[in-house]
Structures are given as structure tokens and as C-alpha cells.
């Protein structure tokens, strides 16, 4: 069955658009999530709906318990997730406001649990293609129908935060051929592919982060502004992508032998 985890919510929890809502509270092996769990159904989409930091944004991305949310969602049956971020645009031609369906991501994390396997038993989990192309490509096509700016793939550095980059890191990261930059999307995309969760993301660019010069380094007044600008058309592209994910036979289900739950 089609489950869809949808992680940063994007007013989606709206009683006009799910239905049959209910909140869930679930404790893991591995804590609490970051919120409780809104299940319900979108037309005829099973959806479970997570906040990453708290529904108060009150959990900094180091703090943020991405394996008990990423275990919640599984022990819920959830199949597929799209998740939200915003992003720091680290090339001219990602402007704000610009969506970007990620396909490969840098881990400049230092202080995050990585990985379910991490007592008993070595798994060693492939990674070369993070992200669901499947999802990656019903978002792409959605977002053209929609006329959208967006693009269909990008690499994004993930940092520790809470801190923005200094202008040195900016330039070095967009040496490194990163595209996008946020602190949010590691360790969130292996533990879920690891869960053997197809999972997709959509990243929002909201700023330029610090390195282009005629812009004004990012700030989180910044961010918060413009994605709320943004959050409709965010809410229009999941809304029409659910109906079209159909697919339970993706490679995104046999990349890993053991189950974690």
C-alpha cells in the first residue's frame, strides 16, 4: 500500500484538504520524534505528517532526532516521503524562490547518528543515488505542469548549523560543485533509505547564502520570509504529485538486506 511520510508539513494538516485526521504519539528505540504524527488521508493518499523541528520550530538540526522520525514513519507503514527544506543557492541560476529536486548530497555533518547499524552487526549501506528518481521525477514533471521554476536535479552540502557559512566556506563549497546548502537533509535521506523508505526532497531556495556579493548574507528572518512567500506553491505541488505516486517496485526497496524494524 501507498503511504506517503511527508516531513515539514507545509500546511498540508489543514482539515480542509486531510481527512479521517488523527494524531499520533509514538515513542521509539530511539526517542520521540520531533512531533507527534498527523495521519489522515489526501483524496485517496494515506499521509503521515511530521514537523522535523517541533511543530514550534523549537529544535535546532543538531537536536533534531531524524532516527526516531525516520523510525516512526516506517512503523507507521509509510512507503514513499517528501520532505521539505529550505536551501542556501550556492549558483546564480538557483534564485530564490527556485524549487530543486535533489539527487546527490555532501555531508559536512560532525555530531549526528548516521545510521540504525550501529551496534551488534556492520551494515554497510550503498549510497551512490540517495534520493527516489522515481519521486525526483513525478515532482519534476509536476512542478513543469504547474509552471514552476525549478530544477530537476542539484547536490546539496549539508552542514551542522546552527551557524550560517563564513564567505570562505561558500566559496569552497561551491568549488566542491554543490548546488544547494542547508542543515537539514543528512543524516534524513540515508536512515530513510536504509528504513527502505523511497524518499524525495523538495528543496526550496530561499537566499544566496553568503558568497554573491551584490546579495545580503543569508540571515533566518530571511528564510522564514521567503518561505512562507513560497509555502503555497509547496502545498500545490505535493497536493498534485500524490495521486501520481504509484509505485511500490522501486530499486529504493532492495538496496538493503536488513530490516530495521
Excluded at 549558483?91 to 560532525?110: A, C, S, Y
Excluded at 548546488?179 to 536504509?194: F, H, K, Q, R, Y
Aim: proline share 5%; glycine share 6%; aromatic share 6%.
Amino acid at each position: 500500500m501507498i503511504k506517503v511520510g511527508i516531513i515539514g508539513g507545509s500546511g498540508l494538516d489543514n482539515q480542509n484538504i486531510l481527512k479521517q485526521q488523527e494524531d499520533i504519539q509514538l515513542n521509539t528505540p530511539y526517542g520521540k520524534p520531533s512531533s507527534d504524527l498527523l495521519t489522515g488521508k489526501i483524496n485517496n493518499t494515506e499521509v503521515v505528517i511530521l514537523s522535523r523541528h517541533g511543530k514550534d520550530h523549537s529544535i535546532m538540526p543538531t537536536n533534531v532526532p531524524f532516527r526516531a522520525n525516520v523510525y516512526a514513519l516506517k512503523k507507521l507503514n509509510c512507503s514513499h516521503i517528501i520532505a521539505t527544506t529550505a536551501v542556501g543557492s550556492l549558483k546564480k541560476e538557483i534564485k530564490p524562490g527556485d524549487f530543486v529536486f535533489l539527487d546527490q548530497f555532501i555531508d559536512r555533518t560532525t555530531k549526528r547518528h548516521s545510521t540504525f547499524f550501529d551496534k551488534d552487526k556492520v551494515i554497510h549501506f550503498p549510497c551512490s543515488e540517495p534520493f527516489c528518481q522515481h519521486i525526483r521525477s513525478l515532482l519534476s514533471e509536476t512542478a513543469s505542469e504547474l509552471n514552476f521554476s525549478h530544477h530537476k536535479k542539484g547536490t546539496v552540502i549539508t552542514i551542522e548549523g546552527p551557524r550560517f557559512s563564513t564567505k570562505a566556506e561558500s566559496h569552497l563549497f561551491r568549488q566542491w560543485g554543490a548546488d544547494v546548502i542547508n542543515m537539514s537533509t543528512v543524516p534524513e535521506v540515508n536512515l530513510a533509505g536504509e528504513a527502505r523508505i523511497c524518499y524525495a526532497s523538495i528543496a526550496m531556495s530561499t537566499d544566496f547564502d553568503c558568497w554573491l556579493e551584490t546579495e545580503r548574507p543569508v540571515t533566518f528572518d530571511i528564510i522564514i520570509d521567503r518561505m512562507n512567500k513560497n509555502a503555497g506553491n509547496v502545498k500545490k505541488l505535493i497536493l498534485q504529485t500524490l495521486p501520481k505516486i504509484k509505485r511500490l517496485d522501486c530499486i529504493c526497496k532492495t538496496k538493503i538486506s536488513e530490516p530495521i524494524i
